[in-house]
């Protein structure tokens, strides 16, 4: 009897010193989508809705649709042809931006050919559109040749970033809600993108292909030739604003990407999957913004990816194939920021 109380206090001991799946930072998981593919979930500036990207029926490829703050009535805004990348809120909370191919064909998009390895496309065909939060499409803002997508937006300045191929490379641009203003930020060779700003405008944060790898480099060139990027080795890098004093904040050697601000713009919190470098489990980090006190937030031994924080601090949202009940299922999921 003594034996077997020794064995389960162990045994207890020992789960009580496992990290739960979503780790410390993270309480009171709520899942908001069920089923399909669903990703990059962003707030509006109220906190009570969220835009994100979903492939479900009848759609072949990813869409923008809109849901309430708790998942509730989920529906449609982008035009349901193409493919759609990218949704976000404008600061007046009834407009948003997206990317889309649908002016190019209302097709999807050729998959990219995964005989390259695991390989994102880059289709010229989109552009970012200004809408409605009813999904009306107010005015292109974009309409070079080649890509135009991964736009965000800064809540206090109006200010949008996003990625470009108009210079002939793929760097970060920015530009006015209107579309006028447009100017390049980023001028190094290799993929510069998933830019967002911190609170007050000041800073952006953004994944770059690694410019010490001269390998990935010519693949890059290579993949870029044919539409297609990389993504597995890729860093985070900071900045101000109008892309001067940049600085490499993440030196992984992996994969790092979809960083996020904290509220208080002091730490950047991102997807990586450093812990298991040629593999597609990622897992949330965070690192301050000198590059110090990198912390493993979540262990879900899975996809986490595509973090932002609510407009009052409180909530983090993000996408995850946890729980999954079907293969390529990710879902949207909500929970209390513990700091």
């Not at 009813?134 to 965000?152: F, H, M, Q, R, S």
Request: net charge positive.
């Amino acid at each position: 009897m003594l034996r077997l109380a020794a064995i389960a206090l162990c045994f207890s001991l020992f789960l009580s010193a496992q990290e739960p799946p979503q780790g410390r930072r993270l309480a009171n998981l709520k899942k908001l989508t069920d089923g399909g593919q669903n990703a990059e979930a962003y707030w509006s500036p109220d906190g009570q809705r969220l835009i994100f990207q979903s492939t479900r029926p009848p759609y072949a490829c990813d869409q923008i649709f809109i849901m309430n703050a708790d998942g509730s009535d989920q529906r449609l805004v982008s035009t349901g042809k193409g493919r759609t990348t990218c949704g976000y809120f404008l600061p007046d909370n009834r407009h948003i931006v997206y990317a889309s191919t649908h002016e190019d064909s209302p097709e999807c998009p050729p998959p990219p050919d995964r005989s390259k390895g695991y390989v994102w496309g880059v289709f010229p065909g989109y552009d970012i559109y200004l809408a409605t939060d009813g999904g009306k499409i107010v005015k292109k803002l974009t309409n070079t040749p080649g890509y135009d997508a991964e736009a965000t937006v800064n809540f206090r300045t109006g200010r949008i970033i996003y990625t470009s191929l108009a210079s002939g490379d793929l760097e970060l641009w920015t530009m006015k809600s209107d579309g006028s203003g447009k100017r390049q930020i980023t001028r190094r060779e290799g993929y510069d993108g998933g830019a967002v700003y911190s609170r007050d405008g000041r800073k952006i944060v953004w994944r770059a292909t690694a410019p010490d790898n001269p390998e990935a480099m010519r693949r890059y060139r290579e993949l870029l030739k044919e539409n297609l990027t990389e993504p597995m080795r890729m860093e985070l890098f900071i900045s101000d604003a109008d892309g001067r004093n940049v600085r490499q904040l993440t030196r992984t050697g992996c994969a790092a990407f979809a960083p996020t601000f904290t509220p208080d713009g002091r730490r950047v919190v991102f997807s990586s999957n450093m812990h298991n470098c040629d593999g597609r489990k990622f897992e949330l980090y965070m690192i301050d913004i000198d590059g110090k006190n990198l912390t493993r937030l979540t262990y879900f031994d899975g996809f986490v990816s595509f973090p932002e924080f609510s407009p009052d601090g409180r909530k983090l949202v993000f996408s995850s194939d946890w729980q999954a009940k079907s293969r390529y299922e990710f879902n949207i999921w909500v929970a209390d920021w513990r700091d």
